[in-house]
């Protein structure tokens, strides 16, 4: 009897509200957010919501950190979707900085004004896995643009532990401002890009795609190059150049050596090239589907056509 008169009572509720025009707000009931439907909505926004922000980084990681992209083998997007979930377990544990942190390169200080202005909710991935030599690495991916840092080329971590440690430090940067090292002294950039061949760091001026695409498309048309082979082929240069090695192979015969070396660090600098090692070489080779035994051939091919043309 006590249910009917309960029911009675809300059905005359509604039906006084539908008559003025106002039906009643109850909101969600505790019954309401227990219900099976609404977990699996929510489980399925979140799913949604991850899988949005792997694709995400894996677009921030094509166009602005070909490095990363060379250094991380397998599926990218796979990876970065890991690295959503690994993100969000390590959140918790990020403690701010207290003190500033100091840079001591190029790339430090033209980075400062993103990394003092960014935060953990601009954060898309954490990458975390093992290297080819069974060592660990990290690479921490944002939305900002130029906030995409890790580990150091060739210099990977011992264990899975301190690249967590590691990766949790670098968290802790996002929003802390930068400063420079006591014996780094500041340099002009004047628009330049700042890009790392082994240890060595230069800074390049900055050009536009639109700038770039002529000039690379001519060098590749006219050696039957794509444009990932030359990209190659000028990393090979950079490092030959760096090691005091003769260079392998001049594609710019018409300009001296400075000029050449100029050429292939603006191309790489201006095309998301951030480090030049034979490791990001070799990463990157597997990551656009290029065997490089094959194009050392095409090069020998190209090297003896030059020839017979002289």
């Not at 601009?122 to 290297?131: P, S, Y």
């Not at 603006?266 to 597997?286: D, I, Q, T």
Request: hydrophobic share 40%; proline share 5%; glycine share 6%.
């Amino acid at each position: 009897m006590i249910e009917n008169v309960q029911i009675l009572r809300h059905v005359c509720i509604t039906h006084y509200f539908h008559m003025v025009g106002h039906p009643p707000d109850r909101g969600p009931s505790d019954d309401d957010a227990c219900t099976p439907w609404s977990y699996a909505a929510r489980r399925s926004k979140m799913k949604n919501e991850t899988r949005l922000r792997a694709r995400k980084a894996v677009n921030v990681i094509r166009r602005e950190s070909l490095t990363i992209m060379a250094t991380w083998k397998g599926n990218l997007y796979k990876r970065c979707l890991e690295g959503v979930a690994e993100f969000e377990r390590l959140r918790p544990r990020v403690k701010p900085a207290t003190e500033p942190a100091r840079y001591c390169s190029l790339m430090g200080q033209q980075a400062a004004g993103q990394f003092a202005a960014a935060s953990l909710d601009n954060v898309l991935t954490v990458l975390i896995g093992e290297t080819a030599d069974d060592k660990w690495q990290y690479d921490i991916v944002t939305d900002i643009p130029g906030v995409c840092f890790g580990s150091p080329i060739g210099r990977p971590l011992a264990s899975r532990e301190e690249a967590e440690k590691r990766a949790l430090g670098g968290l802790a940067l996002l929003g802390a401002p930068l400063q420079p090292a006591d014996d780094y002294e500041p340099e002009d950039l004047d628009g330049r890009k700042p890009i790392r061949v082994n240890r060595s760091v230069f800074g390049v001026a900055t050009v536009t795609y639109e700038q770039l695409e002529m000039p690379v498309l001519k060098i590749c048309r006219d050696l039957g190059l794509t444009s990932d082979e030359l990209q190659i082929i000028f990393a090979r240069m950079l490092l030959d150049d760096a090691a005091g090695h003769p260079v392998r192979w001049q594609v710019l015969t018409s300009l001296t050596p400075d000029q050449a070396k100029n050429v292939a660090l603006g191309v790489l600098a201006n095309s998301g090239w951030s480090h030049v090692s034979e490791e990001v070489v070799e990463g990157f080779a597997a990551a656009n589907g290029i065997d490089l035994v094959s194009l050392d051939d095409k090069i020998r091919r190209c090297n003896r056509r030059a020839e017979v043309v002289r």
